[in-house]
Nanobody, 127 residues
């Protein structure tokens, strides 16, 4: 079992920044890939970013097109934590943000590839 707890959400003006954190417990954090997803009111949950486990070439990251250049995913295995640095926020980024763990370690854009989920943290961007 893996337990995930997100934090760092809040209310911010457009153009501002937030840093989300997700602390994992229960299994060896470095063994699995992590992802961030979001769900806006009335919409389906969508992929935001993913980061793999450390391979021979280091970690790999992948982003949804709508966050490329604005958001950065990173991980600190010593702290069992994955981060999502969000810059230049837009009102359309308003959503509940979820972190998720993928035990295969390769990262994925589909939510069905992830086995464990946090409870979510609300991000609200005002115009």
């Amino acid at each position: 079992q893996v337990q995930l707890v997100e934090s760092g959400g809040g209310l911010v003006q457009a153009g501002g920044s937030l840093r989300l954190s997700c602390v994992a417990s229960g299994r060896t954090f470095s063994d699995y890939a992590m992802g961030w997803f979001r769900q806006a009111p009335g919409k389906e949950r969508e992929f935001v970013a993913t980061i793999t486990t450390h391979g021979w070439s280091g970690v790999q990251t992948y982003y949804a097109d709508f966050v490329k250049g604005r958001f950065t995913i990173s991980r600190d295995n010593a702290k069992n934590t994955v981060f999502l640095q969000m810059n230049r926020l837009k009102p359309e980024d308003t959503a509940v943000y979820y972190c998720a763990a993928q035990l295969e370690g390769r990262g994925a854009t589909s939510e069905y590839e992830y086995s464990y989920w946090g409870q979510g943290t609300q991000v609200t961007v005002s115009s």
